[in-house]
């Protein structure tokens, strides 16, 4: 069965770096785009960064842009979200999440249990 | 960015009755609309794609309909575990932007 899993969440002080990582199996991961998504505590849902199924093409919210990098790695089944120059705002529970693949689409079908990320000094 | 705005924010109903929850784009977003249901401390789980494609699994109690800006969910008689939280999201261009949710409760 599809899983995703999540992973590198943790607490970090204002302007620190975590790195963020999503294990895929279940599935051909290399055929599938796939994205990050964030909740911040008792907030809704937002949308943070997709990259396609060979990383070639990649696009972030203007809220993570020039902080935060998205890549993958199809041998190893994974996703990852390098964050930098992190801010209180931040702070929520990360969701991968899987998105199309390369000859069908049906939205966000599987989604991770989320990591928590905390930026507090 | 397209803006998504959910109606109404809480719904109060009771188990058996009918519910129907909006979603209104600032522009089209042609049927590139999908639900979601969220429950406390879990993951969001994909209901509807597409407008009005139940994802797999999903009862056939859940239906969606709209395309362009107007969007509604509608669960037909409400089961206990139905409530919960509904996003709605669309992917017609970047950024995929989510509405601020509709709380069903009792």
């Known amino acids: 069965q599809v899983q995703l899993v999540e992973s590198g969440g943790g607490l970090v002080k204002p302007g620190g770096s975590l790195r963020l990582s999503c294990a895929a199996s279940g599935f051909t991961f290399s055929d599938y785009y796939m994205s990050w998504i964030r909740q911040a505590p008792g907030k809704g849902l937002e949308w943070v960064s997709f990259i396609s199924n060979s990383g070639t093409t990649i696009t972030y919210a203007d809220s993570v842009k020039g902080r935060f990098t998205i890549s993958r790695d199809n041998a190893k089944n994974s996703l990852y979200l390098q964050m930098n120059s992190l801010r209180a705002e931040d702070t929520a529970v990360y969701y991968c999440?899987?998105?199309?693949?390369?000859?069908?689409?049906?939205?966000?079908?599987?989604w991770g249990q989320g990591t928590l990320v905390t930026v507090s000094s | 960015e397209i803006v998504l705005t959910q109606s109404p924010a809480t719904l109060s109903l009771s188990p058996g009755e009918r519910a129907t929850l909006s979603c209104r784009a600032s522009?089209?977003?042609?049927?590139?609309l999908a639900w979601y249901q969220q429950k406390p401390d879990q993951a969001p789980r994909l209901l509807i794609y597409d407008a009005s494609n139940r994802a797999a699994g999903i009862p056939a109690r859940f239906s969606g309909s709209g395309s362009g800006t107007d969007f509604t969910l509608t669960i037909s008689s409400l089961e206990p575990e139905d409530f919960a939280i509904y996003y709605c999201?669309?992917?017609?261009?970047?950024?995929?932007?989510f509405g601020q949710g509709t709380k069903l409760e009792i």
């Open positions: 999440a899987r998105y199309c693949s390369s000859t069908r689409c049906s939205a966000y079908d599987y």
């Open positions: 999201q669309h992917r017609s261009v970047w950024p995929h932007t």
């Open positions: 522009q089209s977003v042609s049927s590139y």
